[in-house]
């Protein structure tokens, strides 16, 4: 499996980004996606989860109601659409996977329990 992610760039405050998750080989409805984010000097952080199957999403309480987790899956694809960012948004951010057979549900906001991960893209929120 191979993760791709893009669209990171550099905003003001109260504008928003779309992030893209690209996959391929082999990915499948089976698996768990991931979005974390790592600012400098800080410690890699869970955003956001999503169950490719279901749909099913979680997120942190620093972006819930701000970012929202989608996919197509025509196109392998997972986005995180990232609303009225602030300067504590900026980091840069990671698109993970796992098998969903391979992690527990409460590990879902783990960064240790996903297998693959993305090059990460940087998202910088100027005030």
């Known amino acids: 499996v191979q993760l791709q992610a893009s669209g990171g760039g550099l905003v003001q405050a109260g504008e928003s980004l779309r992030l893209s998750c690209a996959a391929s080989g082999s990915i499948s409805s089976s698996y768990v996606m991931g979005w974390f984010r790592q600012a400098q000097g800080k410690e890699r952080e869970f955003v956001a989860t999503m169950n490719w199957s279901g749909g099913t999403t979680y997120y942190a309480d620093s972006v819930k109601g701000r970012f929202t987790v989608s996919r197509d899956n025509a196109k392998n694809t997972v986005y995180l659409q990232m609303n009225s960012l602030k300067p504590e948004d900026t980091a840069v951010y990671y698109c993970?996977?796992?098998?969903?057979?391979?992690?527990?549900?409460?590990?879902?906001?783990?960064?240790?329990?996903?297998?693959?991960w993305g090059q990460g893209t940087q998202v910088a929120v100027s005030s």
């Open positions: 993970a996977a796992v098998p969903r057979r391979s992690i527990l549900s409460y590990h879902y906001t783990q960064s240790s329990a996903y297998t693959y």
